[in-house]
């Protein structure tokens, strides 16, 4: 028997002018984007009272291979992931195997955060929900890049390590790690591992054929972007992440026509052909808001609230409530956002990290929908993006500069052996300074790709440059100093514009 939600999901021409986005608009936005944004390819879908009325490729799956972006072509979704993991765990509440306030030692014994009330009150609710009392993005430097040898057991063993910078529960700071720790409960109460239960709980049953839970198990990897990332100014080709680690916060593959389905299920309240996945009950809780993020209103949606649910951003735009989600790996950004009361869904995959680009393309649909007055969303984000750049680009210009002038200026000595040897952070493992053909260098054990050459900078402060210049994430290194000698150091990132999983700041070296 046909699948009935595939059969309702086709695509139909616009029926009369002002009931549905015209394409044109759509095309228009997006091949301004793709020009603006210098992104080789985006993927499209729009989905209005359960009709799919665009989904649409555009653009180039890759700058090697110069084939053509369809609307089956996969992207990584990246975090769109999580809200697949939080509707995993709603349906273990459903069968009554889990509560969403049950603690998290109950399931996994060995959890601990970095006290024992934070150990002991931590619930699956606060896996979910971002306000764990960890900083933003805190530890992600055992997921992030990609090449690191961690697993999720040791992020279970060493994410007490991590030092809080809030309240518990007081406030809202984006996390992985704790998304990492939920996929094992998944695992520990189905008995099944998460990338299993997720495909024949969800995937499976909504129809989602070309849709993999992972990379590793991507059956058709010719319909498949690659990663694309500016460096010095040239779009590249750069190795893609496949590290099993992300899986349950950033590991989906998946296409806008797949999505399309995904976001029909959401607005379903759970019910795929005729049978309730999940029920309406914890759908409902999925898209209540959890923990508050700012009180605001902001033109032109008027939002006057923004919270996170549970797997799901969640704002009111002029009345209406959106849930939405945003994903990032390196090389591909992605959106997906839905509007209950508007019976509205919008899918945006990207293949370069530029998220302005999907977010002018996602603000000029959602417009026409709220009735909002037109707006040039490239040209706005486009203005936005060249200032921030060029803030960032005075920062980090005057630290290389700074540099290349000390490696001329023979008055300027430090001892470079003072330096040399091998330290160790609690949760990062070891880093090693050696000096190889007249260069200082600084290598991670644990996350290789973390090997650049290190500089002085100024007073005790050094710069490292990273080989990998797609990072965008050279840092300084704060050297602490006893007897001629650096007993340990800390770090943080030279550009405001790194990428916040680059968490140095949350390193503390001590000499081993």
Do not use: C
């Not at 992207?75 to 603690?103: C, M, P, Y």
Request: aromatic share 12%.
């Amino acid at each position: 028997m046909k699948n009935l939600l595939y059969t309702t999901l086709t695509l139909v021409s616009i029926t009369a002018f002002g009931q549905n986005i015209p394409n044109q608009t759509i095309d228009e936005v997006t091949e301004n984007a793709i020009k603006t944004f210098d992104v080789p390819g985006i993927s499209v879908a729009v989905i209005k009272d359960g009709t799919i009325i665009h989904s649409k490729g555009y653009g180039l799956k890759s700058i090697n291979s110069k084939e053509k972006v369809q609307s089956s072509t996969n992207f990584g979704i990246a975090s769109n992931s999580k809200a697949f993991t939080a509707a995993a765990l709603a349906i273990l509440v459903d069968e009554n195997k889990i509560k969403w306030d049950d603690k998290v030692i109950t399931y996994i014994p060995e959890f601990k955060m970095y006290n024992d009330y934070v150990t002991n009150e931590f619930t699956i609710r606060d896996l979910l929900t971002h306000r764990s009392g960890l900083g933003l993005g805190a530890g992600d430097l055992m997921v992030w890049p990609d090449g690191n040898n961690f697993t999720p057991t040791d992020i279970i063993n060493n994410i007490h390590y991590l030092k809080p910078v809030s309240g518990f529960r007081a406030k809202y700071d984006y996390d992985n790690l704790l998304y990492i720790i939920a996929g094992v409960v998944v695992e520990r109460v189905s008995g099944q591992s998460w990338i299993d239960f997720v495909t024949k709980r969800l995937i499976e049953p909504i129809g989602m054929t070309h849709t993999a839970a992972s990379w590793n198990v991507l059956k058709d990897r010719k319909d498949v972007i690659d990663p694309h990332v500016s460096i010095d100014g040239k779009l590249q080709v750069i190795e893609r992440y496949k590290n099993p680690i992300f899986d349950a916060a950033a590991g989906l593959y998946s296409n806008v026509d797949d999505l399309a389905k995904w976001l029909q299920f959401n607005l379903n309240k759970g019910k795929i052909n005729g049978k309730q996945i999940i029920s309406e009950k914890q759908m409902q809780e999925m898209i209540t808001p959890q923990t508050l993020q700012a009180n605001r209103t902001t033109s032109p949606y008027n939002s006057l609230f923004k919270a996170y649910g549970l797997g799901w951003q969640l704002q009111d735009m002029n009345g209406k409530l959106e849930v939405s989600h945003t994903g990032g790996l390196e090389g591909i950004v992605t959106q997906t956002m839905f509007y209950p009361q508007l019976n509205l869904g919008i899918v945006i995959l990207t293949n370069q990290q530029q998220g302005l680009a999907f977010r002018a393309i996602s603000n000029t649909i959602k417009d026409f929908y709220l009735g909002n007055k037109s707006t040039n969303w490239v040209e706005n984000y486009d203005k936005i993006l060249k200032q921030n750049v060029a803030e960032a680009d005075v920062i980090t210009e005057e630290v290389w500069k700074t540099v290349d002038a000390n490696k001329k200026n023979k008055a300027i000595k430090f001892d470079a052996k003072a330096l040399i040897g091998t330290y160790k952070d609690n949760w990062f493992g070891d880093v090693e300074i050696y000096e190889k053909k007249g260069k200082l260098i600084f290598e991670s054990k644990r996350s290789p790709q973390l090997t650049g050459e290190l500089f002085f900078y100024k007073d005790n402060t050094f710069a490292v440059k990273w080989y990998n210049r797609y990072f965008h994430a050279d840092a300084f290194v704060y050297a602490e100093m006893k007897d001629g000698k650096m007993t340990g150091f800390k770090m943080k990132a030279i550009s405001p514009l790194t990428d916040f999983s680059y968490d140095f700041h949350d390193l503390d070296f001590t000499r081993k």
